[in-house]
């Protein structure tokens, strides 16, 4: 009897909901076999089976959230059991299964049982190796070491009652690390929030997102009251979730700065219907979105500042310059905003640009975003025009300097060329962190990518 634990399917993942089980108790798995859908922090993932065998039990229902090394599933390979619960087994004994699998029982130094497992492969990312780490002994509760037992005393003619010793004065024990992993210990730092002032909530008294952000919320006389007849109480988890806690994160770190240009792009809609007639992009969706994100890559190039990033380090803060421009598309899904982005978008031809982000959106619309490509981003555009929207003030995507927001294109009178006209008008917006960009580079990025949508062929000219 085997279990499967939770894996870390993306960087610093700490928890997953459980969406949609593909097999059911009875059923016979693969090596690979898809088994079970979550939603992580970023996407829903599908989770192959690292053994084959029978399913046994599906130890985490739909819907409910687990964290990662906790075990979801039970499967009968016909070896002996490794202290999984049985089939239908009752909560106290999947507890305490639980317990045996996350701590080891304690051995002799120096022993190996004869009929201890061997250990078993499994699949690139999944569990954490074995190794020989051992646990430091804990101090005694007086902060010394504890003392060998006396030997025996030799016979000797009786004495005289020794004085009485006064007891040691205890001595101050340090507070020992907190239990938390690094991406949770990284929030706490970002919040302000001391890690040892909470008490944890998670798998052998660990601390979780969840722990630190409660911390962060004023105390409440009272629990929620619930649902009224006239109002609906949404859970807020996954994707959502994530989204709510990086916005936060970035609107109280990054002090942003945004600027806005109102852009003549008449030329551009001309351009982009002239680009639908060539054969090139015969079978490939051309919006005008395409040239806004060849505009701001080409900007990028010119003032590669735009695509850097703050990073605090142990030695001081860092501005670090990337060479490569992961361009991020902003995309709302039923799940909520994600940011996938196309991988060195600096390098890719027109079309080529054209299909990466027609690819990026259908596969963020059909919830089938992986971690790789939510991760890594340098800079967004984040498209507010496709719902009749003129502009905004967008919040920086965590771990980036710049957003773009581009508007509806809309008619509107123009003075183009001396004289009154209806000319096809849009709003860009660029918000920025003014710890890496001054309001000189913001602005003429800015001013940039506008003129690139006035007369597209500055593209050319500048790239």
Same mark, same amino acid.
């Given at each position: 009897?085997? +279990?499967? #634990?939770?894996?870390?399917?993306?960087? %610093?993942?700490?928890?997953?909901?459980?969406?949609?089980?593909?097999?059911?108790?009875?059923?016979?798995?693969?090596?690979?076999?898809?088994?079970? *859908?979550?939603?992580?922090?970023?996407?829903?993932?599908?989770?192959?089976?690292?053994? *084959?065998?029978?399913?046994? *039990?599906?130890?985490?229902?739909?819907?409910?959230?687990?964290?990662?090394?906790?075990?979801?599933?039970?499967?009968?390979?016909?070896?002996?059991?490794?202290?999984?619960?049985?089939?239908?087994?009752?909560?106290?004994?999947?507890?305490?299964?639980?317990?045996?699998?996350?701590?080891?029982?304690?051995?002799?130094?120096?022993?190996?049982?004869?009929?201890?497992?061997? &250990?078993?492969?499994?699949?690139?990312?999944?569990?954490?190796?074995? /190794?020989?780490?051992?646990?430091?002994?804990?101090?005694?509760?007086?902060?010394? $070491?504890?003392?060998?037992?006396? $030997?025996?005393?030799?016979?000797?003619?009786?004495?005289?009652?020794?004085?009485?010793?006064?007891?040691? +004065?205890?001595?101050?024990?340090? #507070?020992?690390?907190?239990?938390?992993?690094?991406?949770?210990?990284?929030?706490?730092?970002?919040?302000?929030?001391?890690?040892?002032?909470?008490?944890?909530?998670?798998?052998? /008294?660990?601390?979780? +997102?969840?722990?630190?952000?409660?911390?962060?919320?004023?105390?409440?006389?009272?629990?929620?009251?619930?649902?009224?007849?006239?109002?609906?109480?949404?859970?807020?988890?996954?994707? &959502?979730?994530?989204?709510?806690?990086?916005?936060?994160?970035?609107?109280?770190?990054?002090?942003?700065?945004?600027?806005?240009?109102?852009?003549?792009?008449?030329?551009?809609?001309?351009?982009?219907? @002239?680009?639908?007639?060539?054969?090139?992009?015969?079978?490939?969706?051309?919006?005008?979105?395409?040239?806004?994100?060849?505009?701001?890559?080409?900007?990028?190039?010119?003032?590669?500042?735009?695509?850097?990033?703050?990073?605090?380090?142990?030695?001081?803060?860092?501005?670090?310059?990337?060479?490569?421009? #992961?361009?991020?598309? $902003?995309?709302?899904?039923? @799940?909520?905003?994600?940011?996938?982005?196309?991988?060195?978008?600096?390098?890719?031809?027109?079309?080529?640009?054209?299909?990466?982000?027609?690819?990026?959106?259908?596969?963020?619309?059909?919830?089938?975003?992986?971690?790789?490509?939510?991760?890594?981003?340098?800079?967004?555009?984040? #498209?507010?025009?496709?719902? %009749?929207?003129?502009? %905004?003030?967008?919040?920086?995507?965590?771990?980036?300097?710049?957003?773009?927001?581009?508007?509806?294109? @809309?008619?509107?009178?123009?003075?183009?060329?001396?004289?009154?006209?209806?000319?096809?008008?849009?709003?860009?917006?660029?918000?920025?962190?003014? @710890?890496?960009?001054?309001?000189?580079?913001?602005?003429?990025?800015?001013?940039?990518?506008?003129?690139?949508?006035?007369?597209?062929?500055?593209?050319?000219?500048?790239?």
């Amino acid at each position: 009897m085997k +279990r499967f #634990n939770l894996p870390d399917v993306g960087e %610093g993942l700490t928890e997953a909901e459980i969406v949609k089980w593909h097999v059911a108790p009875g059923d016979t798995v693969e090596v690979n076999q898809t088994i079970v *859908e979550i939603e992580t922090a970023k996407a829903i993932v599908e989770l192959p089976c690292p053994f *084959e065998g029978v399913v046994a *039990e599906l130890l985490v229902a739909e819907g409910e959230t687990v964290d990662v090394g906790v075990p979801i599933i039970s499967v009968d390979d016909g070896t002996a059991p490794d202290g999984a619960a049985s089939a239908g087994g009752g909560v106290s004994e999947r507890a305490e299964a639980l317990k045996e699998d996350l701590v080891p029982a304690p051995e002799e130094p120096g022993t190996v049982a004869p009929d201890a497992p061997k &250990r078993q492969p499994v699949l690139v990312g999944y569990g954490v190796k074995e /190794g020989a780490t051992k646990r430091r002994p804990r101090r005694p509760a007086n902060g010394s $070491a504890a003392a060998p037992p006396a $030997a025996p005393a030799p016979h000797a003619a009786p004495a005289a009652p020794a004085a009485p010793v006064p007891a040691p +004065r205890p001595q101050p024990v340090d #507070n020992p690390l907190p239990l938390a992993k690094p991406p949770v210990r990284k929030l706490a730092k970002d919040l302000g929030v001391d890690l040892t002032s909470i008490t944890g909530s998670g798998p052998r /008294g660990s601390i979780t +997102r969840d722990d630190v952000q409660a911390a962060t919320r004023p105390a409440t006389a009272a629990a929620p009251a619930a649902a009224r007849a006239d109002e609906e109480r949404i859970p807020v988890k996954g994707v &959502r979730k994530a989204t709510a806690a990086a916005m936060v994160n970035s609107a109280f770190t990054a002090p942003h700065v945004t600027e806005f240009l109102q852009v003549d792009a008449t030329e551009t809609v001309e351009a982009v219907r @002239r680009l639908r007639e060539l054969p090139e992009f015969a079978e490939v969706k051309v919006s005008p979105l395409l040239l806004v994100a060849k505009a701001l890559i080409t900007a990028a190039g010119r003032h590669p500042m735009v695509n850097a990033r703050w990073e605090d380090t142990p030695s001081g803060a860092e501005i670090v310059v990337g060479r490569r421009i #992961n361009l991020g598309i $902003a995309a709302a899904t039923d @799940r909520g905003l994600i940011v996938p982005n196309v991988k060195d978008a600096q390098d890719l031809p027109l079309p080529a640009l054209a299909t990466a982000l027609n690819e990026l959106a259908a596969t963020a619309r059909a919830g089938k975003a992986s971690p790789a490509d939510l991760t890594g981003g340098t800079i967004t555009i984040t #498209n507010v025009g496709v719902f %009749g929207v003129d502009s %905004g003030t967008p919040i920086i995507t965590p771990g980036e300097s710049a957003i773009l927001a581009f508007g509806q294109i @809309r008619d509107m009178p123009w003075v183009h060329e001396g004289e009154l006209a209806i000319r096809k008008v849009t709003t860009l917006a660029l918000s920025f962190d003014h @710890r890496v960009i001054d309001g000189e580079l913001g602005s003429r990025v800015l001013r940039d990518v506008g003129d690139m949508l006035s007369d597209p062929l500055r593209i050319l000219a500048w790239n």
